[in-house]
């Protein structure tokens, strides 16, 4: 089992080869859009999934898809030569659901801030439903307060 420093190191250097691959040495037009946004490589280094993200609809995620499984061979072989470890890690293309997740994120913090537009329009102009300030506020009522705290340090 590698330390977690040197899992760290792999898993960047994989990210770093195969994100440099898809700009130079995969000349598939299905990956044009493709983005490598994290690696993570299993604590015996010999499974490595690769997340990635794509520019466009739900078929260009699925273009994109079926062009990893074409290119695995080319990407794990550049991978293994980068690498210069003994055994190559197996590779897993996974479509990351990043973009979706922060997409409903601020869809949310959209319905928020105008749900709060909308309570701040309709407290323009409210009023208090008794007095403003509904503590009291008598000197006689402090003073009743410090005699029984008088009482009480006494004992």
Not at 45 to 63: I, K, M, N, P, W
Not at 71 to 82: M, P, T
Not at 144 to 155: G, N, V
């Amino acid at each position: 089992m590698a330390d977690a420093a040197r899992q760290r190191k792999v898993e960047d250097r994989i990210h770093q080869t195969v994100a440099s691959l898809l700009g130079r040495r995969v000349k598939d037009p299905r990956l044009e859009f493709v983005t490598i946004t994290d690696v993570r490589v299993t604590g015996d280094l010999q499974h490595a999934s690769v997340f990635y993200t794509v520019y466009g609809d739900e078929d260009a995620r699925a273009r994109a898809a079926r062009a990893f499984t074409s290119a695995n061979g080319i990407i794990r072989s550049e991978v293994g030569k980068a690498l210069g470890i003994r055994l190559t890690p197996t590779l897993e293309f996974i479509l990351d659901a990043l973009p979706e997740s922060a997409a409903a994120l601020e869809d949310a913090l959209a319905a928020a801030k105008a749900r709060d537009e909308e309570i701040a329009r309709a407290a323009v102009g409210a009023t208090y439903a008794g007095d403003e300030n509904p503590y009291r506020e008598n000197e006689d009522d402090e003073d009743e307060f410090d005699d029984a705290a008088d009482l009480s340090e006494e004992d």
